[in-house]
């Protein structure tokens, strides 16, 4: 059937007119030895047409020279995305098919085509550069896919009801509609729907100027975004081995898209940053947009330089003006009154500017509880003062030299961590926090009070806080043998983390929650309990930081509601899907711990297969396999060890029960990870011979430590939480 209604037509993206996609310049852009191009398509390095030739097998391309046309096409790796153009400031555009849906006159169904975009890692749609774009009318269309970690669905709708309304106007659900794509796209699926078939519909047509050519188009472009890696700048410069910029005169910087970092070259310099000796200096005095010297142009490594000619003098716009006597001395007086003006002027602005600081300090005092934290400290006896310390905003920017970026030693959902030296040469670990809730100022002083006064040789202590800042700064000791995650996911380190440092870490820690859940006036649930949380000095004592998520648990209480809080991988399944916070989450997420310290692995691992990727999930398998050797650290297992080991694997699973009330205490776990160390086994976690003596000491109703398969509710979640320090 002959088809004179074209009523519906998706376009999957507008492409905009932008600087993110630029033209190849003149300068070397492939690898000694490389093809740079296929066709009419540039392949600048870190891409490339064999693996020789590119950065890694994600910037692989494929050059296709058998087509119908007879002009080669290049493909993104092996797939079948098409590549367009390819940009050294992190883009490249593929072409896409449009999506389309025709009906016949009488409404019945003619044709259609709904393809998706499937892109691979480090790879991600523009959501600047590209637009989701409907015409039709009567029409409605979706688009979905993950961003960011989340899934979404938007669309549009268009609708035309008379002649008139095809007349060219801007596109806003009259015959044409748009809606922009979120950040972050990797994978995008088009869905298109249709009231009434088009059944109603008399007439479709188009201003030629308004895309009446789209009926013939299969395909369009659409802008991609390319990174070096899943790592930042400042990450990847810790490693020069791996760090892609490889030119003498490039940076790097992070796009802020979650794809890793990119490269460039540094002002006054052009080329491929990727090479070696691929950024070269541009010669500004050949081209005068580059410059603005009226005088002598001289170019000069990286940049240029204005001179004049012998008896000229240069001025202040780059110019040169014959040098007189007296007009030097008129131009010296009337510089001298205007610096004297100047003078005048930044004292005053100086003056102005410290009262308001002053009084800016003086509100955020106020606004952060000061007042209140004074009042509850002069009830408290002497002691309690000592243990405190309100310091001077002043005081900590000194410490950290203004907060240098150079003086941060991690950063964690609750906010930044810089290294500080006080006046008295005292080294403390200084936290800003991200924000604070107004309203729990109060909670927020009751809280501080508290765990100034919490006592423990394993818990990071609490030395005093400043409040005369936006938001609140706590000072604490410092620690300076890093984190527990990175003693043990560093190579180089964790053959230094011998199973007695093993041991000793987790009793230590275990001993710290025991004691805050049931020796400290009240109790206290940590709910971020991982291992990047726990600190070990050089004598690796294990220390248990960052309380910025912690709650206060009434003596009345056994449990709060809460809105779920703490750090994929790590969290309790449970108190994800009920939200109610009990001393047992404390308890799951420090049973990941111990496998962490048992296998060497992280929490969740995407880089391993899917079974895998839960390092609990992963670990509770291999218990029912009977494949527990398999995964422990091949470092830490001999004969003399291999008892411990098995007997903490219990101990693991046990706290890796799915229901809170299965799960022992920190108490038991404390009592089992000393009785351990010193060579024996708790008593509570016998076989059932020994069960009067488990009642005697904790009460009827334990069940001893098994492996058991109860764990067929487990879930497995992704990771997209900051690692922190404190």
């Known amino acids: 059937m002959a088809i004179n209604k074209f009523m519906i037509l998706v376009l ?171 950040k972050g796209n990797s994978f995008l699926r088009v869905e298109l729907y249709s009231s009434n078939n088009y059944t109603n519909e008399t007439a479709f047509s188009f201003n030629p100027a308004n895309l009446t050519s789209l009926r013939d188009v299969k395909k369009l472009p659409i802008v991609v975004d390319w990174g070096i890696k899943n790592e930042s700048c400042l990450e990847a410069q810790k490693n020069m081995n791996s760090y892609a910029c490889k030119s003498n005169n490039s940076g790097c910087y992070d796009p802020g898209n979650g794809l890793g970092y990119r490269c460039l070259c540094k002002e006054g310099y052009e080329g491929n940053p990727y090479l070696p000796h691929g950024c070269q200096d541009i010669d500004e005095c050949k081209d005068r947009s580059l410059n603005n010297c009226k005088g002598h142009c001289e170019n000069i490594e990286g940049s240029y330089k204005c ?199 987790a009793a230590e820690t275990a001993g710290v929650l025991s004691y805050l859940h049931s020796a400290a006036s009240t109790p206290i649930i940590h709910r971020d309990i991982k291992s990047a949380n726990i600190l070990l000095d050089t004598l690796f004592t294990a220390k ?63 880089d391993k297969p899917e079974e895998e990727i839960n390092l609990a999930n992963f670990f509770l398998y291999t218990l029912r396999k009977d494949r527990l050797f398999e995964i422990i650290e091949g470092n830490i297992v001999c004969d003399e060890t291999s008892e411990q080991i098995i007997e903490v694997s219990k101990l693991a699973k046990k706290c890796l029960n799915v229901r809170g009330d299965d799960r022992p205490t920190m108490k038991e776990v404390a009592m089992e990870l000393d009785a351990l160390r010193l060579g024996g086994r708790n008593s509570w976690a016998k076989v059932e011979d020994d069960r009067e003596e488990i009642e005697s000491r904790f009460g009827e109703g334990l069940d001893s430590i098994g492996f058991s398969d109860d764990y067929s509710d487990s879930i497995t979640v992704q990771d997209d939480s900051m690692r922190s320090y404190y």
């Open 544 to 606: 248990v930081s960052d309380f910025g998520a912690s709650r206060l648990v009434p003596v009345d209480r056994a449990q709060l509601s809460t809105m779920v809080q703490g750090t994929l991988g790590y969290l309790d399944p449970e108190y994800m899907q009920t939200s109610q916070l009990t001393e047992k989450s404390d308890v799951y997420s420090f049973g990941v711990v111990l496998l962490e310290l048992l296998t060497g692995r992280k929490a969740l691992s995407y």
């Open 307 to 505: 001179s004049c000619p012998k008896g000229y003098r240069l001025d202040g716009n780059h110019g040169c003006f014959r040098d007189k006597s007296l007009e030097l001395k008129l131009v010296a007086g009337i510089a001298l009154g205007i610096i004297a003006l100047i003078l005048a002027a930044c004292w005053t602005y100086f003056e102005l500017r410290r009262r308001k600081l002053i009084k800016l300090k003086q509100t955020f005092f106020l606004q952060n509880g000061g007042l209140l934290l004074q009042e509850k400290l002069k009830k408290r006896d002497r002691s309690s003062l000592e243990m405190v310390k309100i310091f001077t905003s002043s005081e900590l920017k000194k410490a950290t030299n203004n907060f240098d970026e150079s003086m941060i030693i991690g950063k964690g959902g609750y906010g930044t961590v810089y290294k500080g030296v006080l006046q008295d040469n005292k080294i403390v670990a200084i936290k800003k926090s991200k924000e604070i809730d107004p309203s729990q100022i109060e909670q927020f002083i009751n809280e501080l009070i508290i765990l100034t006064q919490v006592r423990h040789r394993n818990i990071v202590r609490l030395l005093g806080c400043c409040l005369e800042t936006q938001v609140p700064l706590l000072v604490y000791e410092f620690i300076g043998n890093g984190t527990l995650y990175e003693n043990i996911h560093n190579k180089d380190k964790s053959r230094f983390l011998s199973w007695e440092k093993r041991l000793k870490i």
């Open 12 to 182: 999957l993206p507008i492409v905009l007119i932008s600087k993110s996609v630029v033209s190849i310049s003149n300068f070397t852009l492939a690898k000694p030895k490389c093809t740079d191009h296929c066709g009419n398509i540039h392949i600048p390095y870190p891409f490339g047409l064999t693996e020789d030739c590119s950065l890694n097998e994600y910037f692989l391309v494929t050059c296709n020279e058998t087509t119908r046309s007879h002009h080669p096409k290049a493909y993104l790796m092996d797939t079948s995305i098409q590549i367009s153009n390819i940009s050294l400031h992190g883009q490249i555009r593929v072409q896409q098919y449009i999506a389309h849906d025709c009906y016949a006159p009488n409404g019945t169904f003619d044709s259609g085509n709904v393809p998706s975009i499937g892109l691979p890692d480090y790879y991600t749609v523009n959501n600047t550069a590209n637009m989701f774009t409907i015409v039709g009318c009567d029409t409605y269309g979706y688009v979905s896919g993950m961003a960011l970690h989340s899934n979404y669905s938007l669309g549009c709708t268009t609708e035309c009801r008379s002649m008139d309304n095809l007349l060219e106007r801007p596109c806003i659900g009259i015959g044409c509609c748009q809606t922009p794509i979120p």
